[in-house]
């Protein structure tokens, strides 16, 4: 029994040998032939025959299966538009906005791993506008301003399309600092203040990309526009006109407190308005006109407007006997002349004027720096992105 036992076994052990050299029960070794690599496939954004493009829509090609060989978007004129390449060279997009009206060319190679190149072709055609729309700051480069100054953008025409609009403007600061866009006077201007006076030396850039944007109605951007300025020492200005007196504080600190005589308090059109005003100007001399009350091109000294509601401070040296004790102007603040020249050789644009204690609150009429007479919320939710 042992014997036949063993004879069974190596009859068994040698039929598992055999099988394994047969590679596997006759699978060829090797497996599939490997497949070709797919061609290179081409994108262009946007596509070809594409029309009424905005300027500033994305303009790119991608490559899948392959990398882009050489690339170019021409104008009508045959000029190349500035454009970048990624490192995979996988991508290539504008980097410049395109002009109006116009018919843009893609040419080049996409090559695929096997070397099959395929062509980079096709046209599209950008926006005809039926209108532009320009934009214009009232800040200047390299210019320094006080610590309420608001940056008011200014637009040729009502913008319909405000939340478009209003994702192209941009304010850096440095320090950072929170701050928000207002639309006012209907859609034809857009300012930003930061929700509390500027901190003094605060550094500023202004950025509004619209050119190219779609302003609503078939109005387009007409330019861009950059600015840098810079915020100077902290100077307030608090007014009472019941105390009759105008005080100056530097950093904190009160450095003047003048008598003055505020507008006359029984006539509604010359009070002087309450409410945070800014200083929007100053002249040497200026001619005052206000042809209901009597006067044109009555000339003053040191003039300093701090609203658009004819409201200055100027040496006023025919009222210096009731300057700290009656208001009797038509609106303006009268100082004596040696103290009007002193605060308007002091004076910042964008210096806060803060006046209290009137019967009239400054209002939007009054001028286009009433930024400050609301409260953060109520500015935040003038924002077309509120």
């Given at each position: ?135 214009r700051s009232n800040v200047g480069d390299d210019q320094t301003y006080g ?55 605060t550094e500023v850039d202004v950025r509004a990309d619209i050119y190219g944007?779609?302003?609503?109605g078939g109005a387009y951007g007409g330019n861009d526009l950059t600015v ?159």
């Open positions: 029994m042992t014997a036949l036992l063993a004879l069974l076994l190596a009859a068994l052990l040698g039929l598992s040998a055999c099988t394994g050299a047969e590679g596997g029960g006759g699978t060829p070794q090797g497996g599939d032939e490997p497949e070709a690599p797919p061609p290179p496939s081409v994108t262009l954004t946007p596509e070809a025959g594409s029309e009424s493009v905005a300027p500033r829509d994305e303009v790119s090609v991608s490559v899948t299966d392959g990398t882009i060989e050489s690339v170019a978007l021409t104008n009508p004129e045959g000029e190349e538009v500035e454009g970048q390449l990624t490192d995979d060279r996988a991508s290539w997009s504008v980097t410049e906005p395109l002009g109006y009206g116009k018919t843009y060319t893609f040419s080049g190679h996409a090559v695929g791993a096997d070397g099959t190149r395929q062509a980079i072709e096709g046209s599209f055609s950008t926006v005809t506008p039926g209108s532009t729309i320009g934009v610590v309420a100054m608001p940056i008011a953008l200014t637009f040729e025409s009502p913008v319909e399309n405000r939340a478009e609009v209003e994702r192209a403007l941009h304010v850096e600061t440095d320090p950072e600092i929170e701050g928000s866009w207002a639309w006012m006077h209907n859609g034809t201007s857009a300012h930003w203040r930061p929700k509390e006076y500027w901190e003094p030396g944007v779609d302003m609503g840098s300025f810079s915020i100077g020492r902290e100077q307030i200005v608090k007014a009472n006109t019941q105390t009759h007196r105008m005080k100056v504080f530097r950093e904190g600190e009160q450095i003047a407190d003048y008598p003055a005589s505020f507008g006359l308090e029984s006539d509604p059109g010359r009070v002087t308005r309450s409410g945070t005003h800014v200083v929007m100007s100053k002249h040497a001399t200026y001619f005052m006109n206000n042809p209901g009350y009597g006067y044109e091109d009555f000339e003053v000294q040191w003039a300093v407007r701090i609203s658009n509601n004819g409201e200055f401070t100027h040496a006023a040296p025919w009222s210096v006997g009731d300057q700290g004790h009656r208001n009797v102007s038509h609106g303006c603040v009268n100082l004596a002349p040696e103290d009007a020249k002193e605060y308007y050789d002091s004076v910042l644009m964008g210096d806060p004027f803060e006046v209290e204690g009137s019967s009239e609150p400054l209002t939007p009429r009054d001028g286009d720096y009433h930024d400050w007479i609301y409260s953060w919320d109520e500015w935040t939710g003038m924002s077309a992105l509120s």
